[in-house]
């Protein structure tokens, strides 16, 4: 009786929360799947999006892959990076990974999951962890749980009773706001409650962040330049459209016509954005910021200045604003020259 009335208020706290828009709207509920190792990361994606995606034996890919679909009365699109224990000798190549997560799960994902197998916790996993922490941010650490993947017939409480004894393991959930989860991938392969019960505890860690997703300026950046580049392929691709429209004028009429138009249209749409991001990871990170390059642009002018010093103060000038357009485009660059002239300069007030 005590536990049905536990239920009751569990309900009815559920209920006067606000729920996920992804819920109750078109919005896209974007999952970002990290792994450290194996295949339980793919297992996992397979069952969150109710298909299968990935081969049963796959375990790893190469980079990072989105899939879509519709299922768990919501529209989902699961992120899937490479098993990041692949990647933790090299942080370039590391960057790289993170950087296209970022731009697939633009403008931000509303659950981060990190799994991993049963019987592969180990010092390395909570490492991995740190080196998520370190490019996304430590408040990404709200919105993440750990999902240990399993095919054990053994009852969940004996399962929880060995892991936590896992110092390892204590350590990654404490980390993680002690949010965990349990996952037989064999019995999730028979019957679909095993994936809706992690659904449900994704469901209530985003209302536990106010139903928000996820965000930072690194993903600010990347949705603002991302937007922007599909707003230059789309006006690249008017006459394709203006084209396809007339075709399909002639071939089709009211219903019908709308059904196509709005087909073709997201078609393009969904093509722009794959291509936006993938253009926007490559080069998302490398921007200076408005304080730097404001920095970067007054050392290009007097780095300028102090070279065309030679020709009069006309050549000041001239070398000024050229030094400034340098200095915005490779601040870098600029600010290393700026640190050569102020050194030489010292040296020579010494002499």
Known sequence: MASNESSKRKRRRKSSMEEPPYLSGDAEFRVLLFGRGGRSQFSLANSIL???????????????????????????????????????????????????????????????????????????????????????????????????????????SALEEKVKTNRDFRELIEKCGQRYHLFNERKARRDEKVSRQLLEKMDDMVRENGCRFYSNHQYQEAEERIQKEERFMMKGRKKEMLTKRKELESRYTCEGLEKELLQFETRIRVENREKAERKISEVLGFTLTAVDYAAAVGKGAALGALCGAVMGFEGMAVGAAVGAVVGGVIGGAASAAWGYVTNAAAQMNRR
């Open 50 to 156: 109710g298909t299968d995606v990935f081969e049963d034996e796959l375990c790893n890919i190469t980079e990072s892959k989105r899939h879509r679909s519709e299922a768990f009365e919501r529209k989902l699109a699961v992120i899937n990076t490479p098993n990041l224990s692949e990647y933790e000798a090299s942080q370039k190549e590391l960057r790289r990974v993170f950087k296209m997560s970022v731009c697939m799960s633009s403008p931000g994902p509303y659950v981060v999951l990190f799994a991993f197998d049963l019987n592969n916790i180990s010092p390395s996993a909570v490492s991995i962890l740190e080196l998520v922490t370190k490019h996304f941010g430590d408040s990404i650490l709200n919105h993440m749980m750990v999902v240990v993947c399993h095919e054990e017939e053994k009852e969940d």
